[in-house]
T-cell receptor, first 112, second 115 residues
């Protein structure tokens, strides 16, 4: 049972435009959310996170939005750069648990 | 480079066999996490060790086991291998147990192919 879902396996965006990656979750106990970025032949690296007490967190070109009522979060990258081309994983953590639940990833391609 | 090392990078074996995957955490990190990424799947949490003791267990099969040694490196043992065990296996490490999760650093993974 996939508790964190990324329904778009891939996304292509022109350089300089906005990239929006989406993530849905089903477990109402999730209270902390993260985005990881993965290049080929490398492990995932942390990008940005958000606590359930917030609805927005921004770090440079990256902003994560959380809509708790919809159980939905999104990652916005503005402006998109070719170096942003990677697989992006959404992850969630539940209260009292140690482990992360990951989505299946979205492959972002930024076209120069 | 995350500072987490995993060996081997690739492993090809046959059904029914047993393999051992090794992970060395970043210097100073006490927690080690193991994840499995099958084709078109997200990373599935398998197990976590903290300073030598099992701390959390996820979707780990009974055929799989892990341990963390006194020098803090960890091994994931997979036995009676099946075709469906073919996957990328990631190790991650962190200083503490649990949060904050942004402090989990991932290794490059071991790609296991079962023929």
């Amino acid at each position: 049972d996939q508790q964190v879902k990324q329904n778009s396996p891939s996304l292509s965006v022109q350089e300089g435009r906005i990239s929006i990656l989406n993530c849905d979750y089903t477990n109402s106990m999730f209270d902390y959310f993260l985005w990881y970025k993965k290049y080929p032949a490398e492990g995932p690296t942390f990008l940005i996170s958000i606590s359930s007490i917030k609805d927005k967190n921004e770090d440079g070109r990256f902003t994560v939005f959380l809509n708790k009522s919809a159980k939905h979060l999104s990652l916005h990258i503005v402006p998109s750069q070719p170096g942003d081309s990677a697989v992006y994983f959404c992850a969630a953590a539940a209260t009292g648990a140690n482990n992360l639940f990951f989505g299946t990833g979205t492959r972002l391609t930024v076209i120069p | 480079d995350s500072g987490v090392t995993q060996t081997p990078k690739h492993l090809i074996t046959a059904t029914g066999q047993r393999v051992t995957l090794r992970c060395s955490p970043r210097s100073g990190d006490l927690s080690v996490y193991w994840y499995q990424q099958s084709l078109d799947q997200g990373l599935q949490f398998l197990i976590q060790y903290y300073n030598g003791e099992e701390r959390a267990k996820g979707n780990i099969l009974e055929r799989f086991s892990a341990q963390q040694f006194p020098d803090l490196h960890s091994e994931l043992n997979l036995s009676s291998l099946e075709l469906g065990d073919s996957a990328l296996y990631f190790c991650a490490s962190s200083v503490s147990s649990g949060r904050p999760y942004n402090e989990q650093f991932f290794g490059p993974g071991t790609r296991l192919t079962v023929l």
